[in-house]
Nanobody, 117 residues
Framework: VQLVESGGGLVQPGGSLRLSCAASGFTFSTYTFSSYVMSWYRQAPGKERELVAAIGSTANYAPSIKDRFTISRDNGKNMVYLQMNSLKSDDTAVYYC?????????WGKGTLVTVSS
């Protein structure tokens, strides 16, 4: 399974970005994309990686981003998205896509989001 993130970049405070994560490699897998919990994590410079949002049958969010970010998935396209609104400088980080099923975890390489004027 491979995960490829896209959509990062430089945005001004208060702006919006939409991150995408394309998942592939499920063709010969026992388990389909829809059976994985998909998550977005982020890691800011000098900080630990933290969970931002996750979606299985329902969505869950970190308190710091609740009501500003929305996670969604398209199981027909093997895609997961993170719509980020009202961005703040504290949101600057590398954002990683994660696929988890039981003890199995897959990670993308990340996409950099920089919030700065």
């Amino acid at each position: 399974v491979q995960l490829v993130e896209s959509g990062g970049g430089l945005v001004q405070p208060g702006g919006s970005l939409r991150l995408s994560c394309a998942a592939s490699g499920f063709t010969f897998s026992t388990y389909t994309f829809s059976s994985y919990v998909m998550s977005w994590y982020r890691q800011a410079p000098g900080k630990e990686r933290e969970l931002v949002a996750a979606i299985g049958s329902t969505a869950n969010y970190a308190p710091s981003i609740k009501d500003r970010f929305t996670i969604s998935r398209d199981n027909g396209k093997n895609m997961v998205y993170l719509q980020m609104n009202s961005l703040k400088s504290d949101d600057t980080a590398v954002y990683y896509c994660n696929a988890r099923r039981g003890i199995t975890n897959y990670w993308g390489k990340g996409t950099l989001v920089t919030v700065s004027s």
